[in-house]
């Protein structure tokens, strides 16, 4: 089991920035991805950014520019630099991580909230 933990989210005015950890936990090995994701009400949970273990990474279209995912593979842990934040960047944050069977895992969300 892999258990992930996230932390860094908050309220922050538009154009500031937020940066979200990703500790990752457990049995660790074969992880391949880790990313993230968010999430309003009413509305399905749609990808944010991933990073492999190569360091490829790939990101959403609304958060190219002003959104930065690395990694610590030493750490097992996943950072989201998130800058010229907007309101509409306003969701719960999943953090998610992959293993190379295909198996995903979930953390619990983190709310960041953008005010105009």
């Known amino acids: 089991q892999v258990q992930l933990a996230e932390s860094g989210g908050g309220l922050v005015q538009a154009g500031g920035s937020l940066r979200l950890s990703c500790a990752a936990s457990?049995?660790?090995?074969?992880?391949?991805?880790m990313g993230w994701y968010r999430q309003t009400p009413g509305k399905q949970r749609e990808l944010v950014a991933v990073?492999?273990?190569?360091?490829?990474?790939n990101y959403a279209d609304p958060v190219k520019g002003r959104f930065t995912i690395s990694r610590d593979l030493a750490k097992n842990t996943a950072y989201l630099q998130m800058n010229s934040l907007k309101p509409e960047d306003t969701a719960v944050y999943y953090c998610?991580?992959?293993?190379?069977?295909?198996?995903?895992?979930w953390g619990q969300g983190t709310q960041v909230t953008v005010s105009s």
């Open positions: 998610y991580a992959e293993k190379i069977s295909g198996r995903e895992y």
């Open positions: 990073i492999s273990a190569y360091s490829s990474t």
């Open positions: 457990g049995i660790t090995s074969h992880i391949v991805n």
